[in-house]
Nanobody, 122 residues
Framework: QLQASGGGLVQPGGSLRLSCVAS????????IGWFRQTPGKGREGVSC????????YYQDSVKGRFTISRDNAKNTAYLQTNSLKPEDSAVYYC?????????????????WGRGTQVTVSS
């Protein structure tokens, strides 16, 4: 089971730290991906991190602003979001993949948590 949290309302240029807490499985057997979705659009890959946390990948639009990480001892993954823009507003989801570095296609992720809403607005 996965549970994302940490979303909220933030002004443009602000920051949020999203958390994804896992339970019921061996956390470090899986890579973790963060995705986002807005009404009427498909789920968009934002970032992913390998099982050990040593390799990461980002969508071009968030490079330099977002940082993904994980703490396997706490069964938790994080997405630090900085310099937020209104176009970053979405429901953010975390997901697991058996691939070590799965990339950002939703099709290679097999378990999804409930999302957390991020709204960037002045």
């Amino acid at each position: 089971q996965l549970q994302a949290s940490g979303g909220g309302l933030v002004q443009p240029g602000g920051s949020l730290r999203l958390s994804c807490v896992a339970s019921g499985f061996t956390f470090d057997d899986y890579a973790i991906g963060w995705f986002r979705q807005t009404p009427g659009k498909g789920r968009e890959g934002v970032s992913c991190v390998s099982r050990s946390g040593d390799t990461t990948y980002y969508q071009d639009s968030v490079k330099g602003r977002f940082t993904i990480s994980r703490d396997n001892a706490k069964n938790t993954a994080y997405l630090q979001t900085n310099s937020l823009k209104p176009e970053d507003s979405a429901v953010y989801y975390c997901a697991t993949s058996r691939w070590n570095l799965p990339g950002l296609s939703p099709s290679v992720y097999d378990s999804w948590g409930r999302g957390t809403q991020v709204t960037v607005s002045s």
